[in-house]
């Protein structure tokens, strides 16, 4: 059982370049997020999903794009990487429903230079 | 809106000392709350939740919090601390009106010295 699982686990790309964060499911969560972690700032939510079908902005969105075609995968895409982007990126499930908790992913490190 | 915040972001025990990590948090509603804890290059593992039933919530890893509702309050501790303890330590709250979103603080990073 994988959980969740992130690709690639370090990337480093250069300005201006597209790239696409792969994350994937196996518990039938319906609920998925992608969250940027920077020292000093603890986790920040760029999009999340309810469904597939539907997502929403969270609380950094700017410079990213997220679809959710299936219940699976919950892709984040970087459009023209740039060097405010470098962080390390998690995806996370989560059952849905009061009080549940999240799933994590093991993490992305993406340096832009 | 909701939102915690973690009152220190480096805290030094001594192996055998007592942990304390601090969370307080915002919310208009009845909070889910819960803690997290992140070894070197890793994801987030659950440590443990406030579910309501009662103020004091066992964990993982001989840890616990007790949720204090008149100080805001969900404080994490470890009577002993433990090598392996040495981490970093998010308290977050859940948001379960937009899509169960999670706001986490920015982070305890718990050094334990020999």
């Known amino acids: 059982n994988a959980g969740v699982t992130q690709t690639p686990k370090f990337q480093v790309l250069k300005t201006g370049q597209s790239m696409t964060l792969q994350c994937a499911q196996d518990m039938n969560h319906e609920y998925m997020s992608w969250y940027r972690q920077d020292p000093g700032m603890g986790l920040r939510l760029i999009h999340y999903s309810v469904g597939a079908g539907i997502t929403d902005q969270g609380e950094v969105p700017n410079g990213y794009n997220v679809s959710r075609s299936t219940t699976e995968d919950f892709p984040l895409r970087l459009l023209s990487a740039a060097p405010s982007q470098t962080s390390v990126y998690f995806c996370?499930?989560?059952?849905?429903?009061?009080?549940?908790?999240?799933?994590f992913g093991q993490g992305t490190r993406l340096t832009v230079v | 809106a909701q939102s915690v915040t973690q009152l220190g972001s480096h805290v030094s025990v001594s192996e055998g000392a007592l942990v304390l990590l601090r969370c307080n948090y915002s919310?208009?509603?009845?909070?889910?709350l819960f803690w997290y804890v992140q070894y070197p290059n890793q994801g987030l593992q659950l440590l443990l939740k406030?579910?309501?039933?009662?103020?004091l919530v066992k964990g993982i890893n001989g840890f616990e919090a007790e949720f204090k509702k008149s100080e805001t309050s969900f404080h994490l501790t470890k009577p002993s601390a433990h090598m392996s303890d040495a981490a970093e330590y998010f308290c977050?709250?859940?948001?379960?009106?937009?899509?169960?979103?999670?706001?986490f603080g920015t982070g305890t990073s718990l050094t334990v010295i020999p």
């Open positions: 919310s208009s509603v009845p909070p889910y």
């Open positions: 996370a499930t989560n059952q849905g429903g009061a009080n549940t908790e999240a799933f």
């Open positions: 406030y579910t309501s039933a009662a103020p």
């Open positions: 977050a709250v859940s948001d379960y009106g937009t899509g169960n979103q999670f706001y």
